[in-house]
């Protein structure tokens, strides 16, 4: 079965300081993976997401991600943060035909 | 364009009540699904439809959870004898190409915020 587990369930970052949220996953098979943000009372947004291809994959709004099959790894990444980057991310593998299978999310806050 | 749209944003319901929840996808969308997201949790899928099908509706809690989506567009989940175990917001989401591109992406509505007493 494949799982995800985001390592840190906050993380507080000066503005414009970089910023790492770290996602693992386990599965025995290929994976497709996504990051998603969710800003206050609002649904999912997709940031970004790795079908295949090359390791480093770009996002929305400055973030990227890269794969590291051997560490089994996601990690999210920013150089520079702002304040309204502050929300809550989640990162999930996809399980089965179309079933998204979340973590725990990890919640981001910047401070000034 | 419109996105996935959601209502009501907010319920209240006494234990033991019925509700409704309804999710009206992006038009054209095949594929819509429903996630549950306790309290400082992710998002925990419940069902998916392809158009009106029904293809999966192993992550529903329990036989009190029932979801429709007769003509392939809006969809409702419906809670019988509601516990304060449900209380959680209920996520929808659609995809334009369903089956034929399971990466599609997933598009999500706001929510709605259920609360039992």
């Known amino acids: 079965a494949q799982s995800v587990t985001q390592l840190d369930s906050q993380v507080p970052v000066f503005e414009e300081a970089p910023v790492e949220l770290r996602c693992n996953y386990s599965s025995s098979v290929s994976v497709y993976l996504f990051w998603y943000v969710q800003y206050p009372n609002q649904g999912l947004q997709l940031l970004l997401k790795?079908?295949?291809?090359?390791?480093l994959v770009k996002g929305i709004n400055g973030f990227e991600a890269e794969f590291n099959k051997s560490q089994t790894s996601f990690h999210l990444r920013k150089p520079s943060v702002h304040i309204s980057d502050t929300a809550e991310y989640f990162c999930a593998v996809l399980r089965g035909a179309q079933k998204l299978v979340f973590g725990q999310g990890t919640r981001l806050t910047i401070n000034p | 364009g419109a996105g996935v749209s959601q209502s009501p944003r907010y319920k209240v319901a006494k234990r033991g009540q019925d509700v409704a929840l309804r999710c009206d996808p992006i038009?054209?969308?095949?594929?819509l699904f429903w996630y549950q997201q306790a309290l400082g949790q992710g998002p925990e899928f419940l069902t998916y439809f392809q158009n009106e099908a029904q293809l999966d509706k192993s992550g529903l809690p329990s036989d009190r959870f029932f979801a429709e989506r007769p003509e392939g567009s809006v969809s409702t989940l419906k809670i019988q004898r509601t516990q304060q175990e449900d209380s959680a917001v209920y996520l929808c989401?659609?995809?334009?190409?369903?089956?034929?591109?399971?990466?599609?992406?997933?598009?999500f509505g706001p929510g709605t915020r259920l609360t039992v007493l």
């Open positions: 989401a659609s995809s334009l190409k369903g089956l034929a591109d399971i990466t599609d992406t997933q598009y």
């Open positions: 790795y079908l295949s291809g090359s390791t």
């Open positions: 038009s054209g969308h095949v594929s």
